[in-house]
T-cell receptor, first 115, second 111 residues
Framework: KAGVTQTPRYLIKTRGQQVTLSCSPI?????VSWYQQTPGQGLQFLFE???????NKGNFPGRFSGRQFSNSRSEMNVSTLELGDSALYLC??????????????FGPGTRLTVL | QKEVEQNSGPLSVPEGAIASLNCTYS??????FFWYRQYSGKSPELIMS????GDKEDGRFTAQLNKASQYVSLLIRDSQPSDSATYLC???????????FGSGTRLQVQP
């Protein structure tokens, strides 16, 4: 079974621009979560989508947004980029069974550099 | 503030030894616990999950959970140089269904 895929793998943008990152979950997985990883803050939760609905959101400004499509693929968008947005953005998918929180499997990530 | 604490290391062990990685968490209602391994420049890879008090073994890896002490650990037996990586402890935030990660422990296995 193919793993989580993310595109693009690397991205260079300048301050003030916006960026869209894409994530395709493992086949059959319906939940997609996004995380930001930086050397200073570590891995931080951005948001989670399930059935095209954002169920949970982390403590990030409104410049960070996302969506999920009917095929469970997800995109996240960052508008008005700042230097501090340079990070590895990770997507994780999980198969939701009942009320349990199932294991999250991570994609390879998108390395975003803001100049 | 819900937190997950790990010693940043590096933890250095000789090849063939047992590496012991520790993690404490502050949220008493946390139910699910995970250990991920992350090689430099790569994404986190799941090693173990544990939900109940006690030990859970998978090959060379053993996860231990003590909810009363809010403590979870990972033992790696017969450590290999290929085990050299950063090990991330993660706890599920039951309110948000999100993983809260520790800062990771860097393990170095010396040949």
């Amino acid at each position: 079974k193919a793993g989580v895929t993310q595109t693009p793998r690397y991205l260079i943008k300048t301050r003030g621009q916006q960026v869209t990152l894409s994530c395709s979950p493992i086949s059959g997985h319906r939940s997609v979560s996004w995380y930001q990883q930086t050397p200073g803050q570590g891995l931080q939760f951005l948001f989670e989508y399930f059935s095209e609905t954002q169920r949970n959101k982390g403590n990030f400004p409104g410049r960070f947004s996302g969506r999920q499509f009917s095929n469970s693929r997800s995109e996240m968008n960052v508008s008005t980029l700042e230097l501090g947005d340079s990070a590895l953005y990770l997507c994780a998918s999980s198969y939701i069974a009942g009320e349990s929180t199932d294991t999250q499997y991570f994609g390879p990530g998108t390395r975003l550099t803001v100049l | 503030q819900k937190e997950v604490e790990q010693n940043s290391g590096p933890l250095s062990v000789p090849e063939g030894a047992i590496a012991s990685l520790n993690c404490t968490y502050s949220d008493r209602v946390s139910q699910s616990f995970f250990w991920y391994r992350q090689y430099s420049g790569k994404s986190p890879e799941l090693i173990m999950s544990i939900y109940s008090n006690g030990d859970k073994e998978d090959g060379r890896f053993t996860a231990q959970l003590n909810k009363a002490s809010q403590y979870v650990s990972l033992l790696i037996r017969d450590s290999q140089p290929s085990d050299s990586a950063t090990y991330l402890c993660a706890v599920v935030d039951t309110g948000r269904r999100a993983l809260t990660f520790g800062s990771g422990t860097r393990l170095q296995v010396q040949p």
